[in-house]
Nanobody
Framework: QVQLVESGGGLVQAGGSLRLSCAASERTFRTYYMGWFRQAPGKEREFVASINWNGGNTNYADSVKGRFTISTDTAKNTVYLQMNSLQPEDTAVYYC????????????WGQGTQVTVSS
């Protein structure tokens, strides 16, 4: 069973930065792609960014392009989400997820970490 553990959330003022981390229990076909998602109160969960372990195939939601950067550290089996120029609308619970190499649903999810941006 893949385990994903997020950390790094918190409270920050608008314009500030946070870096989220997601430690994966394995780096296998089951975690070929790693993604970040977020869910704000009263809204559906939405895609934020994704990457594969060699650092390629990065994808971003339009709402975060130019502000957020996803990256990997294979030595630590960890994926990061550097979030800059944070805005109140970025407030959400952020989830790390993984899936295999074939296009499809993300199968494994972390417990989530809260990010709150004050105006």
């Amino acid at each position: 069973q893949v385990q994903l553990v997020e950390s790094g959330g918190g409270l920050v003022q608008a314009g500030g930065s946070l870096r989220l981390s997601c430690a994966a229990s394995e780096r296998t076909f089951r975690t070929y792609y790693m993604g970040w998602f977020r869910q704000a109160p009263g809204k559906e969960r939405e895609f934020v960014a994704s990457i594969n372990w060699n650092g390629g195939n990065t994808n971003y939601a339009d709402s975060v392009k130019g502000r957020f950067t996803i990256s990997t550290d294979t030595a630590k089996n960890t994926v990061y989400l550097q979030m800059n120029s944070l805005q109140p609308e970025d407030t959400a619970v952020y989830y790390c997820a993984s899936r295999g190499p074939v296009v499809g649903e993300y199968n494994y999810w972390g417990q989530g970490t809260q990010v709150t941006v004050s105006s």
